[in-house]
């Protein structure tokens, strides 16, 4: 294989969604494992299109990933520039040479008459008619109008396009390394515009003369360009260019399997579609990304790499470095690859338990600043080691282990009306001054003065140990009582216990009235 070179080639129209994302990643896959480079290249001649900030945040959300590009706009490389505006000057000579070879023609019709084009048309029956080789007669363009005619248009300036000639009653061959031979009808294609009126290329021509200049080797890019890449063979050939080769990946479909991905589906399903946080100016509206909602990088990038590619067995952990060992086109699936929320969660899971407790700690500590709380480095690490199984996205460190940090104000109270017994305040009274003459106030001193203590007064451990966890966190989920209770401390422990028995009883009494 020649020099392995491929391109992430976004439209800066918006944030980056997780399809463009795994576009990348699989760009970036292939890369790598062929000792290739990885382009970024801005397509952004559609200026109507454009949406201030985007490329920013397409670069970050690469960089969030790793998936940072060897060139690209701020990059460097000798290909440059890489953002399509700045290369406006490089695309006229190449329409105008399919002009002078016959491939392509001027054009200088109005919208009103396209419009009556497909009117005409529909009233002969032919609905949604194409300028195309049924229609392009009727039309102004230089095939239509004489010499003369064209070349008065041409020097009046007005509404100039360059449109390509699709010939006629061809089939069209496409070698998808996904699908495998496709196959267009040129009857079907449309003379699609390839230099527009402000003289900027359309994305068909821009796309395929950078994909040449750049010598891009594979074009690896989402299932909706399938249909596109008719024109796009068709004019590597007329350019007598030796095309690149294609593969176009799968859609991703909604949780429930129906329809594509949308940015919508997040609020709905609950999950993130954007890497990092945007704000659709249009809407109004935030949308929250995945580091916001506290995923971990590489276990996003794991769980999209499994979304249209299959490793051939069942090893799911992938590192960047494993993926880029294991990633081959030919195993990149047709169907749809539907989106699990439970499955991202379970990957930011299984990465949050095998990242280092002193990372973690790091990852939460502005978080638990933010909040107001001043702990120490050491009580954070332990804080993480004992909650990290616990929870799937960051945030539910919080939301899960908040009582390490302050006692809740709300308390589970059906349990406590379920599981305290006022006959067995004295005990608690007793536990608490047990605790109080502690000299060491850790999890095995604890665990064997309370469980000494039950033993000794011959009570359940039901009696006393929700009683407890409870009193001490407000709630009955946590990780080991003794542990929890250690990291707690002595002084917050017995101060919360005092309070929450006089709750208990509160509660009771009420119950009882
Ligand atoms: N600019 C196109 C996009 O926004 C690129 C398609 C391609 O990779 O050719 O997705």
Redesign the pocket.
């Known amino acids: 294989m020649s020099q392995v070179r491929v391109?992430?080639?976004?439209?800066p129209?918006g944030p980056l969604h997780i399809g463009?994302v795994r576009?990348a990643l699989y760009n970036y896959l292939f890369a790598k494992k062929h000792g290739g480079t990885f382009i970024l290249r801005i397509?952004d001649t559609d200026q109507t299109r454009y949406v201030p900030g985007s490329e920013d945040y397409i670069m970050q959300s690469l960089e969030w990933f790793g998936l940072v590009p060897e060139e690209g706009p701020g990059y460097g490389g000798d290909f440059g520039p890489y953002r399509q505006s700045e290369r406006k000057d490089i695309y006229g000579k190449y329409a105008t040479e399919l002009v002078e070879k016959g491939h392509a023609y001027y054009c200088f019709d109005t919208s009103e008459d396209l419009a009556k084009m497909r009117a005409d048309m529909a009233d002969k029956g032919v609905h949604s008619a194409k300028y195309n080789y049924l229609t392009r007669g009727q039309m102004k363009n230089s095939l239509s109008l004489s010499k003369s005619e064209t070349e008065s248009l041409l020097d009046k300036g007005e509404n100039i396009t360059i449109r390509l000639k699709i010939p006629q009653d061809r089939t069209i061959l496409i070698q998808d390394e996904v699908r495998g031979e496709v196959a267009f009808e040129s009857n079907e294609l449309d003379d699609k515009i390839i230099l527009k009126g402000d003289g900027m290329p359309t994305?068909h021509m821009a796309?395929i003369i950078d994909?040449h200049l750049m010598e891009i080797t594979h074009?690896i890019?989402?299932e909706?360009?399938l249909p596109?890449t008719a024109h796009h063979v068709l004019m590597y050939e007329m350019f007598g260019w030796t095309p690149p080769s294609f593969s176009h990946l799968p859609l991703i479909l909604k949780p429930t399997g129906k329809g594509k991905l949308s940015k919508r589906d997040g609020a709905k399903f609950g999950f993130p579609v954007f890497p990092l946080e945007w704000l659709d100016k249009d809407e109004n509206v935030t949308y929250q990304g995945f580091k916001e909602d506290g995923y971990l990088p590489e276990a996003v990038v794991n769980f999209i790499s499994l979304l249209g590619w299959n490793p051939g067995n069942d090893k799911e952990r992938f590192s960047m470095e494993e993926l880029i060992q294991a990633f081959d086109l030919s195993r990149i699936v047709k169907s749809g690859a539907r989106f699990d929320v439970d499955k991202v969660r379970w990957f930011n899971q299984q990465y949050i338990i095998s990242t280092p407790n002193s990372v973690l700690a790091d990852m939460i500590a502005m978080t638990v600043r933010e909040h107001g709380y001043d702990v120490s480095e050491d009580f954070l690490i332990k804080f993480v080691e004992l909650m990290k199984e616990r929870v799937e996205v960051l945030p539910e460190f919080f939301s899960a282990g908040g009582f390490f940090f302050k006692m809740p104000e709300e308390i589970e109270e059906k349990m406590a009306r379920k599981k305290y017994k006022i006959e067995n305040r004295p005990h608690f009274d007793a536990l608490n001054s047990s605790m109080e003459d502690m000299q060491q106030f850790t999890s095995s001193a604890l665990e064997s003065t309370i469980k000494g203590y039950i033993a000794d007064h011959e009570l359940s451990f039901g009696a006393i140990m929700p009683i407890l966890r409870l009193g001490v966190c407000g709630t009955m989920k946590g990780p080991d009582l003794f542990e929890t209770m250690e990291l707690i401390g002595q002084d917050e422990v017995i101060r919360r216990m005092k309070s929450s028995l006089d709750k208990f009883t509160a509660i009771k009494n009420a119950q009882n009235a």
Do not use: I, K, L, Q
């Open positions: 391109r992430f080639a976004p439209s129209t463009g576009t397509e994305y796309n994909d074009v890019r989402g909706e360009w596109s």
